[in-house]
Nanobody
Framework: EVQLVESGGGLVQAGGSLSLSCVAS????????IGWFRQVPGKEREGVSC????????YYVDSVKGRFTISRDNAKNTVYLQMNSLKPEDTAVYYC???????????????WGQGTQVTVSS
């Protein structure tokens, strides 16, 4: 059974940093991607970044490019999202997810974590 568990959210002032972790388990091969998504109340969930487990390709949406970094530690089965220069508009519940396609499209992901709250104060 595939499981994803996020951690690392919290409250930070604008300009600060947070690092999110996503521990993945239950996969039988490397043919999948891990994506980070976020959602605020009343809005659709949106993709932030993704990484291919097979070749470590990465992708960022424009709003986080240059501020966020996605990486993974194969030995720990963990994907990280390092978030720097945080802005109040980054406030959201952040989710990690796993799917067969290297994309930040929500519909392409089959497995989701429970989410972790990130709050950036101004």
């Amino acid at each position: 059974e595939v499981q994803l568990v996020e951690s690392g959210g919290g409250l930070v002032q604008a300009g600060g940093s947070l690092s999110l972790s996503c521990v993945a388990s239950g996969f039988t091969n490397d043919d999948y991607a891990i994506g980070w998504f976020r959602q605020v109340p009343g809005k659709e969930r949106e993709g932030v970044s993704c990484i291919s487990v097979s070749d470590d390709s990465t992708y960022y949406v424009d709003s986080v490019k240059g501020r966020f970094t996605i990486s993974r530690d194969n030995a720990k089965n963990t994907v990280y999202l390092q978030m720097n220069s945080l802005k109040p508009e980054d406030t959201a519940v952040y989710y990690c997810a796993a799917g067969p396609i290297f994309t930040v499209m929500v519909a392409a992901y089959d497995y989701w974590g429970q989410g972790t709250q990130v709050t950036v104060s101004s």
